[in-house]
């Protein structure tokens, strides 16, 4: 399952309609129907957004794993339009190579300190 069809799925769990969820988060509704259909990307502050208002983490909503909870600060660079590509292709990948490169994402970040 990819990051549209989770948050499809989270959103029809929650009983809400597009229209609620993109009005509550001030986007227009197509634009969550793109999200939903995997056409576009959120970018960070709609998936925070979005994370907050189904309450479940940003990693569930890419990743899927309910258990893991990254920094925001990560998912923020992660998500910059720079490094976009790597969240397209992160839509298909399997759950155990997203949980490695979260993995080597952490070592980067620790390994400058």
């Known amino acids: 399952m990819n990051y549209g069809e989770r948050l499809k799925k989270i959103r ?8 609620d969820v993109a009005n509550k988060i001030g ?6 129907s793109s999200y939903e259909k995997s056409i576009r ?3 960070y502050d709609n998936l925070k957004k979005l994370a907050n208002l189904y309450n479940v983490s ?9 258990f893991s909870n990254s920094p ?3 998912w923020k660079e992660f998500l910059d339009p720079k490094t976009q590509i790597f969240f397209k292709d992160l839509q298909d990948a399997p759950e155990d190579k997203i949980e490695e ?3 080597f994402w ?3 970040k620790h390994r400058e300190e």
């Open 106 to 108: 952490e070592y980067l």
């Open 72 to 74: 925001d600060e990560m």
């Open 27 to 32: 986007i227009k509704n197509n634009t969550l």
């Open 58 to 66: 940003i990693d569930y909503i890419i990743t899927g794993n309910e």
């Open 41 to 43: 990307q959120p970018d």
């Open 12 to 19: 029809i769990e929650k009983g809400y309609k597009q229209i």
């Open 101 to 103: 490169l979260i993995r």
